[in-house]
């Protein structure tokens, strides 16, 4: 079956750092992935998109990769801030009907 | 600054009631979504409009979910009768195509 896999446990990482979140995904060719940030209470919020021809995107902090043959996205905050601190969401197509399903999310903490 | 709106923010009913959650759309957007997010299955996608036009319901539990799009500023779901499995957040998001998806800020629902 088809999967969205993101890591479940929370990335901790010092301010400053590099984080990096990984979404990968089974079995499906996805036309284009999607990055959301969701802090607690709230809903999502649209961060980035990256479609299946492109191999890297950036926007301003923010970096994120695409890799088909892989089928991975690597997501990069450079510079990372305790307000960086929420759970990032990966969300892509998984049947060709370009509706994005989402995966699970990965919680980041990052300390001051 | 054009947001998504959700009405009621926090619902608590008994088991066997009916529940109607109301999604005003972000003016201009011709796709709207509803998902529901619990901590066991994450983001799940019920219901998928465009131009107000039902395309994708194929997450929602027929038998008792229901959605609609009355006109282009308003988009409900209703659930009869209301059972505890669906106690859960429930998010409208809408969007200028499927590229990216501007989300409300949910209704927590609590059934009893």
């Known amino acids: 079956s088809q999967k969205i896999e993101q890591n479940s446990e929370a990335l901790n990482i010092q301010e400053g750092k590099t984080a990096t979140l990984t979404c990968n995904y089974t079995n499906y060719s996805p036309a284009y992935l999607q990055w959301y940030r969701q802090d607690p209470g709230r809903g999502p919020v649209f961060l980035l998109l990256?479609?299946?021809?492109?191999k890297e995107k950036r926007k301003e902090r923010l970096k994120v990769t695409f890799d088909t043959t892989l089928k991975q996205s690597l997501f990069h905050i450079t510079a990372s801030q305790p307000a960086d601190s929420a759970t990032y969401l990966c969300a892509l197509d998984m049947g060709g009907s370009y509706i994005p399903t989402f995966g699970r999310g990965t919680s980041l903490i990052v300390h001051p | 600054d054009a947001r998504v709106t959700q009405t009621p923010r926090d619902k608590v009913t008994e088991m066997g009631q009916e529940v109607t959650m109301r999604c005003q759309p972000i003016?201009?957007?011709?796709?709207v979504f509803w998902y529901r997010q619990t901590m066991m299955q994450g983001l799940e996608l019920l219901a998928y409009?465009?131009?107000?036009?039902?395309?994708?319901d194929s997450g929602m539990p027929k038998d008792r979910f229901s959605a609609e799009m009355p006109d282009a500023t308003l988009a409900t779901l209703k659930i009869q009768p209301s059972e505890p499995r669906d106690s859960a957040v429930y998010f409208c998001a809408s969007g200028p195509g499927l590229d990216e998806q501007f989300f409300g800020p949910g209704t927590r629902l609590t059934v009893l």
């Open positions: 003016l201009g957007h011709n796709t």
């Open positions: 990256i479609r299946e021809n492109e």
């Open positions: 409009f465009r131009n107000r036009a039902p395309l994708d």
